[in-house]
């Protein structure tokens, strides 16, 4: 149950963001361009991301919504899975691995990110703006998972199964549009 008394009636973050359009607006159209705009970085992958920082912060909520839009985009259980061990690592191509290990140390120790952190994903093939949309993918799911923790969502199947597989399919946008036509 939320721990606000103002959100006992909500399931999750996306009914917050509805509660509040002046607020949650220019996040929400934010998240929409960080996980679903043009990249070298695959949707799919942007997603990972967003699950794997999600483990490392603890966020169960985000955890499960992640991990379901994973499935729906049909990455394999056992990856999904694994996810926040190292032997996920093991199944992935390299230069997501690098991903990976670049937003752990984002995520756990960001004031010791130096040029040799950026060098590695730039050796494994991703290129500067795709360097900048990891980064952005990191930042923005350390921040949502502290919204999500902050206000005490914990979700459940249904409710995660349901929201993966519009974030999926449709991204973002059909909560944008829902926030315009209030």
């Not at 942007?46 to 699950?51: G, K, L």
């Not at 992935?92 to 040029?115: G, N, S, V, W």
């Not at 950026?118 to 952005?136: C, P, R, S």
Request: aromatic letters at 8%.
């Amino acid at each position: 149950m939320p721990y606000l008394t103002s959100q006992n009636n909500m399931k999750g973050i996306a009914d917050a963001f509805l509660r509040d359009p002046d607020l949650y607006h220019p996040l929400l159209e934010y998240i929409n361009q960080v996980m679903t705009r043009e990249s070298q970085v695959s949707i799919p992958e942007r997603e990972m991301i967003a699950a794997y920082v999600s483990v490392l912060n603890g966020c169960d909520f985000c955890v499960g919504v992640h991990h379901q839009t994973l499935e729906a985009f049909g990455i394999a259980q056992s990856v999904i899975d694994q996810l926040g061990r190292d032997t996920a690592f093991e199944v992935l191509e390299e230069r997501m691995t690098a991903a990976l290990y670049f937003a752990e140390k984002l995520t756990q120790d960001p004031h010791h990110i130096r040029h040799d952190d950026i060098q590695q994903l730039l050796d494994q093939g991703w290129t500067e703006q795709a360097v900048e949309d990891i980064t952005n993918v990191v930042s923005l799911f350390s921040c949502v998972n502290r919204l999500v923790d902050a206000m005490g969502f914990t979700g459940d199947q249904g409710y995660f199964e349901r929201i993966g597989s519009m974030l999926a399919t449709q991204g973002y946008q059909p909560l944008i549009d829902r926030l315009r036509k209030q």
